[in-house]
T-cell receptor
Framework: GESVGLHLPTLSVQEGDNSIINCAYS??????FIWYKQESGKGPQFIID?????DKRQGQRVTVLLNKTVKHLSLQIAATQPGDSAVYFC?????????????FGPGTRLSVLP | NAGVTQTPKFQVLKTGQSMTLQCAQD?????MSWYRQDPGMGLRLIHY???????DQGEVPNGYNVSRSTTEDFPLRLLSAAPSQTSVYFC???????????????FGPGTRLLVL
């Protein structure tokens, strides 16, 4: 399949373990954040989002943590499965700028080992 | 719903040629955008539209034009292709959700463009 990033940071985890993917965002004024998953040859797919008035949000097998003090976002995937292998992007935005200013991080490649 | 569709999937152009990348969505979303994705980099915004008849430039607009004559369609035009425009292009759409401010962008499958 198409490679979406030749020099991305890579995280390798054993199947069944938990994964933690980190992201440093750039704008202290950003108030909305999204994690996307991108499989080879496909477009980014929404995973979970969080607003700046929260520091944690949980979905199905995924948790996003937000630390505004150090401008850091993390995505935790519980019981990582082979289907989780993909590139993961964080994106930040200012909600008042409707749709105008999503800024994406470079991405992290998650590799799940059998 | 088909979501966001893009055509073509692949395209090879010679330097100086022009072409249009098509994008359509059937979710009645107000907002649509075009991104390019290059190796080792995140998605970068080329142009966006907040509604029919309204477009604006993103981070990397040079060499591209857009128009939004309908809510559904948002074509991206390369006026005179250059090798620096070799990339994967993604179209996305989104809509504010009532009652909770969220802005989930839905992406198309991408168009892979090679400019020789």
């Amino acid at each position: 399949g198409e490679s979406v990033g030749l020099h991305l940071p890579t995280l390798s985890v054993q199947e069944g373990d938990n994964s933690i993917i980190n992201c440093a965002y750039s704008n202290s004024a950003s108030d909305y954040f999204i994690w996307y998953k991108q499989e080879s040859g496909k477009g980014p797919q929404f995973i979970i989002d969080i607003r700046s008035n929260m520091d944690k949000r949980q979905g199905q097998r995924v948790t996003v943590l937000l630390n505004k003090t150090v401008k850091h976002l993390s995505l935790q995937i519980a019981a990582t499965q082979p289907g989780d292998s993909a590139v993961y992007f964080c994106a930040e935005n200012l909600l008042r700028n409707y749709g105008q200013n999503f800024v994406f991080g470079p991405g992290t490649r998650l590799s799940v080992l059998p | 719903n088909a979501g966001v569709t893009q055509t073509p999937k692949f395209q090879v152009l010679k330097t100086g040629q022009s072409m249009t990348l098509q994008c359509a969505q059937d979710m009645n979303h107000e907002y649509m955008s075009w991104y390019r994705q290059d190796p080792g980099m995140g998605l970068r915004l080329i142009h966006y539209s907040v509604g029919a008849g309204i477009t604006d430039q993103g981070e990397v607009p040079n060499g591209y034009n857009v128009s939004r004559s309908t809510t559904e369609d948002f074509p991206l035009r390369l006026l005179s292709a250059a090798p620096s425009q070799t990339s994967v292009y993604f179209c996305a759409s989104s809509q504010r959700e009532d009652g909770e401010i969220r802005e989930t962008q839905y992406f198309g499958p991408g168009t892979r463009l090679l400019v020789l």
